[in-house]
């Protein structure tokens, strides 16, 4: 405690100590600010699924350098590993001798000096360069649900409908509403993989036949053919009893697929 109070009694000390404190609060402060345009989870989640393999070994080891800030989208993410890529690379091009003047200007008396100066200007740039780099995958790996892919176009036909029954097809987010005089559909969404699904109503608002196909892969030119009396299956009917429900109460409840074993039914009261 005496050596404490001791070092803190020295002006020059304090002040330095003063300093670095607040260095630490102010990058405890950026860490905690995320950058726009990243979905934190998503980017999480890309980053669980690049762990293997040399690309998810190297993402490893830049994110130990970076301080594992690396899967963390903060403004102060980059951590020191501009400044370490910089000292790296002077280092070695004076002790291997690829640069001459750096191997001369090391053995002055004062080369180190001017190398650690040059080391911090070298620094500016590698940064510019990590932070572009890293924050163009991070934007593309995590932005909320925006695709920089452009847009591809499958082609699909729907059999199995009769003359007063109609279809819809759901892929994507997207929709079509093929009929039996015009059985071809086309659907343009981005490309990658995503659950189709496609109904046939015989009498509204009731579907007697649906289809499901679970991780489709979208890709320019793909074709779907679709038959309801082959590959549809019709909708499981379930009674429901609704208790605690007065007169100013209404209840809504839906289900559109056979349930497997575990499969939870979310029932609503809505208060008029």
């Known amino acids: ?51 293997t393999g040399a690309y998810g070994q190297l993402l490893g080891l830049v994110s130990t350098f970076s301080g594992g800030n690396l899967s963390n989208a903060c403004i102060f993410a980059m951590g020191i590993m501009p400044y370490i890529s910089a000292s790296i690379i002077l280092q070695l091009l004076a002790a291997s001798g690829l640069s001459p003047y750096l191997e001369k200007l090391r053995k002055e008396p004062n080369g180190q000096k001017k ?29 909320g649900g925006l695709s920089t892919a452009a847009p591809v176009t499958i082609m699909g036909t729907i059999a199995g409908l009769s003359s007063t029954q109609t279809a819809q097809v759901d892929i994507g987010g997207k929709s079509a509403a093929p009929t039996a005089a015009a059985p071809t559909f086309s659907i343009s969404l981005p490309p990658g993989t995503f659950d189709l699904f496609a109904r ?40 429901i009893t609704f208790q605690n429900v007065s007169a100013t109460e209404t209840t809504v409840s839906f289900i559109a697929v056979p349930l497997s074993p575990g499969s939870s039914l979310w029932p609503s009261r809505l208060r008029t």
């Open 115 to 143: 190398i650690n100066e040059y080391t911090r200007y070298l620094t500016i740039p590698i940064t510019v360069i990590q932070a572009t780099v890293a924050e163009t995958t991070r934007v593309t790996a995590g932005c």
């Open 200 to 239: 046939r109503m015989t009498a509204a608002p009731v579907w007697d036949r649906m289809i499901r196909r679970n991780g489709v892969t979208v890709t320019m030119g793909a074709t779907f053919n679709l038959d309801f009396a082959t590959d549809g299956f019709a909708p499981e009917t379930h009674t």
């Open 1 to 51: 405690m005496r050596k404490l109070i001791t070092i803190f009694a020295i002006p020059e000390l304090r002040r330095k100590i003063l300093i670095t404190l607040l260095f630490l609060v102010i990058y405890r402060i950026g860490y905690s600010v995320p950058l726009p345009m990243v979905d934190q989870t998503k980017l999480a989640k890309k980053m669980a699924e690049s762990s």
